[in-house]
């Protein structure tokens, strides 16, 4: 079942723009996981955050955690044309050594 | 460092003939690992994953079928494909801090 989804569906911005993509789940969890999928490749691991933490930051990405109202933001800062993927939030199970549940993913498209 | 093979990277098979989809991965000792399948604009669906040779949990009731004959060695099979069967698969195994997948296999059925 659908643990995580992400909204928007698809984002499209200029390049120096500011982008940001949410996601909302369904159960408690242990941490909350953002990926990143160029077009046909593999997904790659951007940024993991605990439960217990509210904020974390890599480089230009900023992830935000509400365990409140089970929802989780990414914010990528001065966006590039490189930035260019899809977006995808996952999350375990608060029940214990579980596979992580992906959500649909966010198109993000920065424009040159 | 710990890597991840996945072959091949693209396949496509007629409907009822057999699949075998390899994943194997470096570096690392008793990996959890994990096949997901990505329909085309969609997330990921877990079909099965893996806590050691011979664990096999599945996700999906479906046409495939996994296996782990070696510790960082995780098969996915199918005896006849159908076409619903195609789609982008992709292996991972799950580190400290967060999964590393493969390259991805698309997977044509025609």
């Known amino acids: 079942s659908q643990q995580g989804e992400e909204d928007p569906q698809a984002l499209s911005i200029q390049e120096g723009e500011n982008a940001t993509m949410n996601c909302s789940y369904k159960t408690s969890i242990n941490n909350l996981q953002w990926y990143r999928q160029n077009s046909g490749r593999g997904l790659v691991h951007l940024i993991l955050?605990?439960?217990?933490?509210r904020e974390k930051h890599s480089g230009r990405l900023r992830v935000t955690l509400d365990t409140s109202k089970k929802s989780s933001s990414l914010l990528i800062t001065a966006s590039r044309a490189a930035d260019t993927a899809s977006y995808f939030c996952?999350?375990?199970?608060?029940?214990?050594?579980?596979?992580?549940?992906f959500g649909k993913g966010t198109r993000l498209s920065v424009i040159a | 460092s710990q890597t991840i093979h996945q072959w091949p990277a693209t396949l496509v098979q007629p409907v009822g003939s057999p699949l075998s989809l390899e994943c194997t991965v470096e570096g690392t000792s008793n990996p959890n690992l994990y096949w997901y399948r990505q329909a085309a604009g969609r997330g990921l669906q877990l079909l099965f994953y893996?806590?050691?040779?011979?664990?096999i949990s599945s996700e999906v009731p479906q046409n495939l079928s996994a296996s782990r004959p070696q510790d960082r060695q995780f098969i996915l099979s199918s005896k006849k494909l159908l076409l619903s069967d195609s789609g982008f698969y992709l292996c991972?195994?799950?580190?400290?801090?967060?999964?590393?997948f493969g390259s991805g296999t698309r997977l044509t059925v025609v």
């Open positions: 955050i605990r439960s217990n933490e």
């Open positions: 991972a195994w799950s580190g400290l801090y967060g999964y590393t």
């Open positions: 893996s806590v050691g040779i011979g664990q």
């Open positions: 996952a999350t375990d199970r608060l029940s214990g050594n579980t596979p992580l549940v």
